[in-house]
């Protein structure tokens, strides 16, 4: 699926985001920036040992907040490490936390000239946010963002499975119509 926002693209594929030729993957880092499962172990894999070793000079990041690498071995120039929160039950503070760290990456995307980037689904997977929720809050920031900025040409959304891409497709209708 794929739409036009304002001259620029989103498009939802299914796939593993360390594949992903774009100018920056993001990243659903935890606040320690060292690593850990998921997403994370994948592109510190695919990215090689130099990843960790920058990561280590970066002192962590705070929840609803991102920090950008180089992306190493990856195909994409950078990672953009993106710290998305826990969920406990939606009433700490978890849908602005989840916002905001969209929003960061793809403010500090937009300040490294980056004409692509490609997301996963952050916090859907161990920090266990609803998908459905969780890709309301990723669309609506992401088609504000581009809505306003149209130096980010794409917007890839990389879910790794077909269920989860036709749930997203599906939320992507919906905050469309609304
Ligand atoms: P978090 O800790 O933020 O919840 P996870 O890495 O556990 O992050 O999972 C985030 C989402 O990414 C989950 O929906 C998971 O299924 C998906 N995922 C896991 N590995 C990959 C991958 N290689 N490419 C794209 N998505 C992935």
């Known amino acids: 699926m794929q739409i036009h926002i304002n001259g620029s693209t989103l498009e939802l594929v299914q796939g593993d985001i360390t594949q992903q030729d774009v100018d920056a993957i993001v990243n ?8 850990g499962g998921g997403v994370d172990g994948a592109i510190h894999h695919a990215a090689g040992p130099e990843l960790l070793a920058e990561c280590r000079t970066l002192g962590g990041c705070e929840t609803g907040n991102a920090k950008i690498t180089r992306g190493y071995r990856l195909k994409a120039r950078y990672v953009i490490h993106a710290v998305g929160p826990v969920y406990r039950d939606g ?22 000239q980056c004409a692509s980037i490609a ?11 609803p998908m459905e929720e969780a ?3 990723a669309f609506r920031v992401i088609i504000d963002y581009l809505g306003e900025h149209p130096e980010i040409a794409r917007v890839r959304y990389v ?20």
């Open 28 to 35: 659903a880092a935890n606040s320690s920036l060292l690593g």
């Open 91 to 112: 009433k700490h503070g978890e849908p602005e936390l989840l916002a905001s760290a969209y929003r960061a990456a793809l403010e500090l995307a937009a300040q490294h």
């Open 119 to 129: 997301f996963p689904a952050i916090s859907t997977g161990a920090y266990g946010y």
């Open 135 to 137: 890709a309301r809050i």
């Open 159 to 178: 879910l790794y499975d077909a269920r989860a891409l036709a749930l997203h497709a599906r939320v992507l209708e919906q905050v469309l119509a609304e």
